[in-house]
């Protein structure tokens, strides 16, 4: 079964906090999503495999440490998953990015993909599914399961902020896929919101309403 790992640094509440504030304006939503998505990146990639390599300090010869190489494959869930990012790039520079974009058809509510472009060796990368909000899960388990289907092996999914109807239903449909949070949050409303949530990400990170 996948983990979920709530990720409860200091920095990372902190920073949620203003995140989640009403009061908070779109570039500072923007950039604290931004600093908060960096600071989820480190936690995210702690079991990066290294690698012994030595190498010539000014002083001496040193066995020393590096990336093993794992290739990292970045998956934002259009449109909010596309804030988080750049945070995510400013630690992990050499990953590539794919886009996925699909709504659930009102009347089959069968999942329609309007857009998807991935990088072309899947199978072979460490894939992150970034979407801030974890609402119902039926986006997240959507965009897993087409990534899936094109030969996606490993896959983690990163969010900001959860509902725990939304972890238990990936969890279910995707039991080998981990879960990264900053927030698992009380419950749903009505109109499948996170209480107490942050409201809309997109139109938080956009600018619409
Ligand atoms: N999507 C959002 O942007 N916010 C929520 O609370 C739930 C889904």
Redesign the pocket.
Same mark, same amino acid.
């Given at each position: 079964m996948g983990n979920v790992h709530v990720l409860d640094h200091p920095l990372i509440q902190h920073k949620l906090s203003y995140i989640r504030n009403k009061h908070t304006g779109t570039k500072e939503f923007r950039e604290l999503v931004d600093e908060v998505a960096m600071l989820m990146a480190f936690e995210i990639t702690r079991d990066l495999p290294l690698t012994e390599t030595t190498i010539e300090t000014p002083v001496t010869t040193a066995n020393t440490k590096v990336l093993a190489g794992k290739k990292i494959g970045l998956i934002p869930i259009l449109r909010?998953g596309l804030g988080m990012v750049d945070g995510m790039l400013k630690l992990i520079p050499a990953a590539k990015v794919g886009h996925v974009g699909l709504y659930r058809d009102p009347e089959t509510l069968k999942p329609v993909e309007y857009y998807i472009k991935l990088p072309s060796d899947i199978e072979e990368r460490e894939l992150i599914v970034i979407d801030?909000?974890l609402?119902t899960g039926g986006s997240a388990n959507d965009a897993i399961q087409s990534l899936k289907k094109r030969g996606a092996k490993n896959i983690r999914l990163m969010c900001l902020i959860a509902a725990p109807e939304g972890v238990e239903s990936v969890k279910q449909e995707h039991p080998d896929v981990d879960i990264y949070l900053a927030a698992l949050d009380e419950k749903l409303d009505d109109h499948?919101?996170?209480v107490p $949530?942050? $409201?809309?990400? $997109?139109d938080r990170l956009f600018g619409t309403k």
């Amino acid at each position: 079964m996948g983990n979920v790992h709530v990720l409860d640094h200091p920095l990372i509440q902190h920073k949620l906090s203003y995140i989640r504030n009403k009061h908070t304006g779109t570039k500072e939503f923007r950039e604290l999503v931004d600093e908060v998505a960096m600071l989820m990146a480190f936690e995210i990639t702690r079991d990066l495999p290294l690698t012994e390599t030595t190498i010539e300090t000014p002083v001496t010869t040193a066995n020393t440490k590096v990336l093993a190489g794992k290739k990292i494959g970045l998956i934002p869930i259009l449109r909010a998953g596309l804030g988080m990012v750049d945070g995510m790039l400013k630690l992990i520079p050499a990953a590539k990015v794919g886009h996925v974009g699909l709504y659930r058809d009102p009347e089959t509510l069968k999942p329609v993909e309007y857009y998807i472009k991935l990088p072309s060796d899947i199978e072979e990368r460490e894939l992150i599914v970034i979407d801030p909000m974890l609402a119902t899960g039926g986006s997240a388990n959507d965009a897993i399961q087409s990534l899936k289907k094109r030969g996606a092996k490993n896959i983690r999914l990163m969010c900001l902020i959860a509902a725990p109807e939304g972890v238990e239903s990936v969890k279910q449909e995707h039991p080998d896929v981990d879960i990264y949070l900053a927030a698992l949050d009380e419950k749903l409303d009505d109109h499948a919101y996170i209480v107490p $949530g942050l $409201g809309d990400a $997109g139109d938080r990170l956009f600018g619409t309403k």
